[in-house]
């Protein structure tokens, strides 16, 4: 497991990257808000496709992003070796528990719902910025399977972190790599 860096930049040559893979047609781009969002709108604009944007936050998150401050202190060895050590544990526990759907914690961030009635919408191209357990593509991509089950989803990511999620993506670049983003609340500029 190693832990890396992505700019803007490298982000925006890794979805050409994740571009290059895809093996199909895609109608509509949902993002998973916030960490997808910015994978989802450049994979969007590159395509020229509408994009829908999802809402669905990790409780820890919250959490995490108020020690935003305390980690800019710290030396990226140790903001590597914390990562780390988060992912671990929870892959560890996430094997001990189940993953109950929470498709409740969903929610449309835009006001536009004709792509839900569109006929013309078949094939949708789901995207977040990481698969962890997997929970929160599984819930998603059966989310938007409740709202219109004729929808054809593959999922996209920029990596992967558990060894055995409970839902893989279809397209990714990076495999067992932590990615720190620029949104991410250790990120160090």
């Known amino acids: 497991m190693k832990v890396i860096d992505l700019t803007n930049a490298d982000i925006e040559k890794a979805c050409e990257l994740l571009i290059s893979r895809f093996d199909c047609q895609f109608d509509l781009i949902v993002g998973i808000a916030e960490g997808g969002r910015l994978i989802a709108e450049t994979i969007a604009q590159k395509l020229y496709l509408p994009l829908l944007l999802v809402g669905r936050q990790r409780e820890l998150t919250r959490y995490k992003s108020k020690a935003r401050n305390m980690f800019k ?110 949104w991410s609340n250790d990120y160090k500029q």
Not at 83 to 100: P, S, V
Not at 120 to 127: C, F, M, S, T
Not at 157 to 178: E, G, H, S
Request: aromatic content about 10%; overall charge positive; glycine content about 2%.
């Open 73 to 182: 202190h710290f030396p990226k060895k140790i903001l590597n070796f914390a990562r780390i050590t988060e992912n671990n544990c929870y892959e560890m526990l996430g094997k001990m528990r189940k993953h109950e759907e929470k498709l409740d914690k969903i929610n449309i961030l835009s006001n536009d719902l004709s792509f839900f009635e569109n006929p013309q919408i078949k094939n949708i191209l789901l995207v977040d910025d990481a698969i962890d357990s997997g929970v929160t593509i599984r819930d998603t991509e059966k989310f938007l399977q409740m709202k219109n089950n004729n929808w054809n989803i593959k999922t996209a990511v920029l990596t992967q972190t558990f060894n055995r999620p409970v839902k893989k993506a279809d397209y990714q670049i990076y495999n067992r790599t932590l990615v720190r983003f620029p």
